[in-house]
């Protein structure tokens, strides 16, 4: 359809299309052309050739010398008068245009600026009728003085602000403020061994024989339960689906999940896998079982490490119940009863000697830098689309609670909590792009941001993806409430997988961007999981994307979000925040916007960004070696 | 892998209706009308407006499925053998202990 | 002669308000309902007697003998005789002529649309052939009422030989001139006809006062020369009637056919339906209505078409288009359901913006704004066919993209064309721009 001279403007350099029949001698106008928006599916349809096609901006003002039809590109046979095209800024800009894509001056040093000139000052309000109140109170100058003065009449009675001891005091408003802290203790375990009791013998855990009998009667479900030790020397073992990776780890003492101190075994995961009585993959939708050194993308946040010993359980349960909730939760908790075991024999180590490493995680507040939330979509659609929520130890399974019960609506945790195992994943369809339990331990834009010196991250939401569209807006709108009361300046919104989440992660960047809150969202796209739903607040997005050809392939946790993505998207929401606008996508997936990106941060910041590697990295079996080679 | 070919009929968008025949909480069945198949997908590459009940009828357009190269992928085909062994272990063992039972 | 049945809506406004009763003799031209707010005076067209009074209409029961005389008007000033007549717009709009004129334009210019610009009527043109003088008075005196300083007469140029014989007559007139129409859909809705002879594009709420003109349609001022030189009522109505009529498709054009009498009637005495048809439509071929035969003529009915059958299109799924130059939804559906189509999507043309009382009013007529993302959507919603009732520009823009996404095309006056043998709304072959005369004479 025909355009505003605005949009004429947005889209200057994009191809010059009539919408309508034009007539010879016309003076050419942004109402004779076609909005480029729907350009890509005009091409695909294969009703438009743009070959040789001038841009907008050359032919506005110029004149047709020939009467040409509808959805006819003006090329410089037709047109005369052509404007000069303007410089590109950039010679790669073709390349950076994708909504991957950000600014190649990074201005985080200017949003600063725009954001600590307080002024502090103090607003006096009279009231003379009757009693004679007088209310003296601070004022916030980084709100501006009418919304300030609004607040007033409501708060008469009792006027606090919550800033108020800030605003005394200017000078602590860039000061860091560690809220809480938490330590993870390692332990290094070079063996696993089983033995007549579980016990962590240096740097030897032993797992009790018989412990299986067990694991089977503490679950009606579970029919059945091998355990295999699976070592860096058997990587090249056939294995059912993987249903979870999960790190081995209890709280110190009393201390509660997210603060005091986490012990944690270094060197050896927790690996779910199952099947139903006839051999059915629970949750699962084949073509995802095979030998795991060419089904598992190393050292991704949510997967094993290279190197790393397996606790590998394969759970049988009832037939049939494969895709019913309890199946699959049966499978983890008869799984967790090991754990369970493991980590009491962690508690009861005396000996300090055994820690091979400490790490702390200290939870900053930076007052006066831009305040950041992240919203994390977590799937609840039911069965295997389920997550257990803040167990009691890192993630276990007593006392926590499943998204769904919960009905999906948005929980706030502290990023410490999610860094503590606070979620116990349950997925495990989608492999290349669902969130493993050890991904959260591990989580890179929760670590990224934490340690963000310009930036304060206030918190992590987790919102769940019911299955029903109207459940979902339900929840989204939560999610919407609960941002515009933490007044945040920024927000990122990640989901797993695709699908029917990305109905509501787009319903989230609506609820928060409406609220006049720049967003970024994190997702896996690329071909295969373009988005299905869209709307205007979805203008900054980062693919998690890392398989060659751009689908969700078998490989576990190849699609998820690393470094690299938390990387790129906190420059990308800076540039929003400071008001850049982030270039629109390309027609089509295009792997290469992603590397511009991540070229342009690492010139401005100096430090290079390392790429993780993608499947291409794997194995192929020695089978197919044989013959291909 | 396999050479990453392009689909040669992939902009011939048909309509396929179904029907929902098995709901579970983590997937729905779906007869293809006109006896062209079955369909088993995960909760969450299903668009949910209403309610799920068996019998519900369901549309969405998708192409003819092509073949991408002569070659049949040794990864696959073992994978497949021993899931497919396995399974008949199972059914086997299953069938042992309903006897002895 | 039948009962004649007088409406008492037959203008914007509000109903009339009867003034004669069951029984009661008339004469032709005897008031027998008043304006109860905006609207105008009905009279009776014939000699008779009320036969029955109803909420919404007059029913008289005709005297066989009728006379050629009539009830004259009052004296009076020129703008009060006009409101005396009871005059509406007779284009169709039927907007009261007497307050449309009471305006002071100041040395503007009074439009008179001779556009005709639904295809298949002609009685405006006849009109312009046969009472040139008569017609020139009538504009004349809009002239003078609205102290206009000219006239300018908006007619297509196909139309040659009526074109000849104004620009003979109008060569000792000062100050009238013509302005030459290409021949595409809608140059005959007011704002293009004010686009078009004055080069002001008016938005769909403004009124042509804006742009210091009246547009007055070309029969509306020949009642008001009737009106105000022969003190003439205003009961009757100019009609041509057309379509699947035994005896041929050729047009049959009436003159001063009395207001009330049935759709049966003018069908009739065009020489009857020919066979089997598909709808009878009342008006015009884009704007019109389909209507059974017992319907009255009114103050604004212009054309009576009988069509062929509908194809017949076995449910398959089908997109509306939905503009302002064609008919409204409910017609549009209409037309799918008589085609046996399943409306799966409707979309509006980019320029259709809605009025307060919920018509579409285009914002730049005949200048299309771009169909390709609509064509889209229907093929997306999964429609095989698509209905539209666009301009001809717009028309032209469909057939650039959706016959390639493999959209078939109907326009809803497809039935009509094919009755009247008139090209279908598809391509655009004319050019938009129309060469004018020398001086405008």
Not at chain 3, 22 to 50: C, D, H, Q, R, W
Request: hydrophobic share 35%.
């Amino acid at each position: 359809m025909s355009i505003s001279a605005e949009t004429a403007k947005e889209h200057a350099k994009d191809p010059a299309v009539l919408c309508c029949r034009a007539e010879e001698g016309i003076t050419i106008q942004a109402s004779n052309l076609e909005d480029p928006a729907i350009f890509d599916d005009l091409v695909d349809s294969g009703l438009l050739d743009l070959t040789g096609a001038l841009t907008i901006e050359q032919v506005l003002g110029a004149k047709l010398t020939k009467t040409c039809d509808s959805l006819c590109p003006l090329t410089s046979d037709v047109v005369e008068g052509i404007t000069a095209p303007t410089e590109k800024k950039d010679g790669k800009q073709q390349n950076v245009a994708y909504a991957d894509g950000t600014d190649p001056i990074l201005r985080t040093g200017s949003v600063q600026k725009d954001w600590t000139s307080v002024q502090g000052g103090v607003l006096k309000i009279h009231i003379g009728e009757g009693k004679d109140i007088d209310i003296e109170l601070p004022v916030t100058a980084a709100t501006p003085a009418e919304s300030s003065v609004q607040t007033v009449p409501a708060a008469c009675g009792a006027v606090q602000t919550p800033s108020a001891d800030k605003i005394q005091d200017p000078e602590a408003e860039t000061e860091e403020k560690t809220v809480r802290s938490l330590t993870r203790k390692h332990y290094r375990i070079k063996e696993v061994k089983r033995g007549p009791e579980t016990k962590i013998d240096k740097d030897v855990l032993y797992i009790r024989e018989g412990i299986e009998a067990e694991c089977v009667a503490s679950q009606e479900l579970v029919h059945d339960l091998k355990i295999d030790i699976i070592t860096p020397e058997e990587y090249h073992t056939y294995s059912e689906t993987i249903m979870d990776v999960q790190p081995v780890a209890c709280k110190e003492g009393d201390c509660e999940l997210g603060t005091g101190v986490t012990r944690v075994l270094d060197g050896v995961v927790m690996m779910v896998t199952g099947t139903d009585d006839n051999g059915v993959q629970i949750g699962e939708f084949g073509s995802s079982e095979g030998y795991l050194d060419e089904n598992i993308m190393w050292n991704r946040p949510g997967a094993p490490d290279k190197g790393e010993i397996f606790i590998k359980t394969q759970v049988t349960i009832e037939a049939g119940m494969n895709m019913e909730r309890p199946g699959p939760l049966a499978a983890h908790a008869a799984t967790d009863y090991i754990t369970q075991e493991i980590r009491e024999a962690l508690k009861a180590l005396e000996d300090d000697s055994l820690v091979a490493d400490i790490e702390e995680f200290h939870q900053v507040r930076r007052p006066g830098k831009k305040k950041i939330v992240i919203v994390k979509e977590i799937m609840g659609q039911g069965a295997m689309h389920d997550n257990l929520i803040l167990p009691v130890e890192p993630v276990g399974v007593l006392g926590a609670k499943p998204n769904v019960d919960l009905g999906n609506v948005p929980v706030c945790v502290s990023p410490l909590e999610v860094l503590d195992g606070c979620i116990h994943a349950l997925t495990c369809i989608g492999p290349a792009s669902k969130e493993m339990s050890r991904h959260y331990w591990r989580e890179p834009l929760v670590l990224e941001a934490l340690y963000d010196k310009e930036i304060d991250l206030c918190g992590v939401i987790f919102v769940g993806s019911p299955q029903i569209n109207a459940e979902k807006f339900y929840v989204s709108k939560r999610v919407g409430m609960m941002v515009e009361m933490m007044d945040v300046d920024g927000a990122f919104i990640t989901t797993e997988g695709f699908g029917n989440n990305h109905i509501d992660f787009a319903s989230h960047h609506e609820q928060i961007g409406m609220r006049g809150i720049p967003v970024v969202g994190l997702s896996f796209c690329a071909v295969q999981g373009a988005l299905v739903v869209g709307n205007k607040y979805m203008t900054n997005m980062v693919d998690n994307n890392k398989s060659e050809s751009g689908i969700e392939n078998e490989v576990l946790a190849c699609n998820t979000l690393c470094t690299e993505d938390a990387l790129r998207a906190l420059v990308m929401l800076k540039n929003a925040m400071a008001g850049e606008e982030v270039k629109k996508p390309e027609k089509k997936w295009n792997p290469n916007v992603k590397s511009s990106n991540v070229e342009l941060i690492s010139n401005v910041t100096g430090k290079p960004v390392e790429l993780v590697k993608n499947e291409q990295s794997l194995p192929m079996s020695k089978k197919r070696k044989e013959k291909y080679d | 892998m396999t050479d990453r070919k392009e689909l040669q009929y992939g902009d011939k968008m048909i309509r396929m209706e179904g029907v929902i025949v098995e709901i579970h909480e983590g997937c729905v069945g779906i007869d293809l009308k006109g006896r062209l198949g079955f369909l088993k997908i995960p909760m969450r590459m299903l668009i949910t407006e209403y309610p799920l009940k068996v019998g519900q009828e369901v549309a969405w357009n998708m192409s003819f499925v092509e073949q991408l190269g002569p070659k049949a992928n040794e990864k696959y085909v073992s994978n497949l053998d021993t899931y497919i062994r396995h399974r008949k272990e199972m059914e086997e063992k299953n069938e042992e202990g309903g006897r002895q039972r | 002669m039948e009962n004649l049945q007088f409406l008492l809506k037959q203008h914007v406004g509000v109903p009339c308000r009867p003034v004669v009763e069951e029984g009661e003799m008339v004469e032709k031209g005897t008031l027998i309902a008043v304006p109860e707010g905006l609207g105008a005076n009905l009279f009776s067209s014939v000699y008779g007697t009320v036969k029955e009074v109803r909420e919404d209409r007059i029913i008289v029961c005709p005297d066989k003998m009728q006379k050629e005389e009539y009830v004259q008007l009052s004296e009076g000033t020129p703008l009060e005789m006009v409101k005396e007549a009871g005059i509406v717009g007779m284009g169709g709009a039927g907007f009261p002529t007497g307050i449309k004129l009471d305006v002071n334009l100041q040395g503007g210019t009074i439009l008179v649309n001779v556009a005709e610009c639904e295809p298949g009527l002609c009685h405006n043109i006849r009109q312009i052939e046969e009472q040139t003088d008569m017609t020139i008075e009538g504009a004349r005196i809009c002239k003078e009422i609205t102290k206009a300083s000219k006239v300018i007469f908006a007619i297509k140029a196909k139309n040659r030989h009526a074109v000849e014989k104004l620009r003979a007559v109008l060569q000792k007139e000062a100050d009238m001139y013509i302005h030459l129409l290409p021949d595409i859909y809608p140059m005959g809705e007011e704002r293009a006809v004010v686009r078009e002879c004055l080069g002001k594009l008016l938005d769909p709420v403004q009124l042509p006062t804006a742009a210091d003109a009246v547009v007055i349609n070309v029969e509306t001022v020949l009642r008001v020369a009737e009106a105000v030189k022969l003190r003439k009522p205003c009961f009757s109505k100019n009609i041509t009637v057309i379509g699947k009529l035994k005896g041929g498709e050729e047009p049959h054009v009436y003159m001063d056919v009395p207001v009330g009498t049935s759709v049966e009637d003018m069908i009739e005495r065009s020489g009857g339906i020919d066979g089997v048809y598909g709808e009878i439509i009342m008006g015009g071929p884009f704007t019109g209505r389909a209507v059974n035969l017992e319907e009255p003529v009114t103050k604004t009915t212009g054309g009576i078409i009988v069509t062929i059958d509908f194809p017949d299109l076995h449910g398959a799924p089908v997109g509306l288009l939905v503009c302002a130059c064609g008919g409204s939804e409910e017609r549009m559906r209409d037309i799918c359901n008589k085609m046996h189509g399943t409306v799966v999507s409707v979309a509006k043309c980019k320029q259709a913006a809605e009025m307060q009382n919920k018509a579409l009013k285009c914002e730049n007529p005949g200048n299309c704004p771009g169909q390709a993302a609509k064509c889209l959507q229907f093929k997306k919603d999964g429609a095989q066919y698509i209905i539209i009732g666009n301009c001809s520009d717009c028309s032209n823009t469909v057939m650039g993209s959706a016959p390639k996404m493999k959209l078939k095309v109907f326009h809803q006056t497809d039935h009509v064309m094919r009755t009247i043998h008139h090209p279908l709304y598809r391509r655009l072959r004319v050019s938009k721009q129309e060469e004018q005369l020398p001086g405008g004479k």
